[in-house]
């Protein structure tokens, strides 16, 4: 095998699984992170909401 088939090899069976798993990771984070806004929207009174989408515009 030549440096090339060696490094597509590498590439397929390391960095491929490696990005996926850490695309995973970041996707993973955002859901928790939405989850903790959601959360903590509906902790709000009716005026403190209506506040909220005002600020927004």
């Not at 397929?12 to 990771?25: D, F, M, N, Q, R």
């Not at 996707?27 to 903590?40: A, D, G, I, P, T």
């Amino acid at each position: 095998m030549d440096d090339y088939q060696i490094a597509l090899l590498f590439s397929v069976l390391v960095l491929v699984p490696l990005a996926g798993w850490k695309i995973s990771g970041m996707v993973k984070k955002l859901q928790r992170m939405s989850s903790k806004v959601k959360e903590k929207k509906e902790g709000l009174t009716p005026k403190q909401k209506e506040f909220e989408q005002v600020k927004r515009g």
